[in-house]
C-alpha cells in the first residue's frame, strides 16, 4: 500500500511520455466481420521474452475490453514485430561567420547538437485475416525506451502504447 503514491506517479509520468502512432488500412474492409482474434504461432517480436509476454498480456486486456475475443479459429491473426534505434537531438546550436564585398560572398557554419540522443522503439502491429484479404490494418507506434526501466515501469508504458494503438482500431468510417 506503502507503493501506491509512487505507482500513480510512474503512470502518470508515463501517460505524458509520447507516444507517435500512425495507421493505415485496407479501405474496403469490414472490420464488423473481425470479433476473434490471436497471434502467429511463431510470434517473434524483436522483444525480450518477458516483455513480449508484458506486451501480449496488455493487448489482450485492452483486446478484450473491447469485446474482442482469444479463439483458436480467429477471424484475425496478429503479428507484431519491433525495434530501436537512436533519435538524434533536434536542438542545435549554429556558429556561423561570413562576409560579403562586392560581388564577392562567403560564409562558414558549425551546427553542433544540443542534449542526448534518445533511444526510441518502433513497434509494428499487424491484424491480417489469413483467409481473404491479407494485412487489413497496420499500427506503427514510436515512443521512448530504456533498457534499465523496471518491470512496473515497462508494463505502464507498453499499456500506454496499446491504448493509444487501439484509438485507431476500428477505424472509423466516414
Known amino acids: ?5 509512487k505507482l500513480l506517479i510512474l ?20 472490420f ?4 476473434t482474434y490471436n497471434y502467429y504461432t511463431d510470434l517473434n517480436t524483436g522483444l525480450s521474452e518477458l516483455d513480449t509476454k508484458r506486451l501480449v ?3 489482450n486486456q485492452a483486446m478484450q475490453s473491447r469485446g474482442y475475443s482469444l479463439s483458436e479459429t480467429p477471424n484475425f491473426i496478429i503479428d507484431i514485430k519491433s525495434s530501436e534505434f537512436q533519435e538524434q537531438p533536434n536542438n542545435n546550436v549554429a556558429v556561423g561567420l561570413g562576409g560579403t564585398g562586392r560581388n564577392v560572398g562567403g560564409g562558414i557554419s558549425i551546427g ?10 518502433e513497434i509494428v502491429f499487424d491484424f491480417i485475416d ?15 525506451y530504456r533498457e534499465n526501466w523496471s518491470p512496473e515501469k515497462r508494463e505502464a508504458h507498453f499499456k500506454t502504447v496499446v491504448d493509444k494503438v487501439l484509438e485507431g482500431f476500428p477505424p472509423e468510417t466516414k
Open 1 to 5: 500500500m506503502k507503493h501506491l503514491p
Open 11 to 30: 503512470l502518470l509520468i508515463m501517460s505524458c511520455a509520447p507516444v507517435h502512432v500512425s495507421y493505415d488500412y485496407e479501405k474496403s474492409t469490414n
Open 32 to 35: 464488423e466481420n473481425y470479433k
Open 57 to 59: 498480456d496488455v493487448l
Open 112 to 121: 553542433l547538437p544540443i542534449g542526448q540522443s534518445q533511444m526510441q522503439r
Open 130 to 144: 489469413d483467409s481473404s484479404v491479407g494485412l487489413f490494418w497496420q499500427a506503427i507506434a514510436v515512443a521512448d
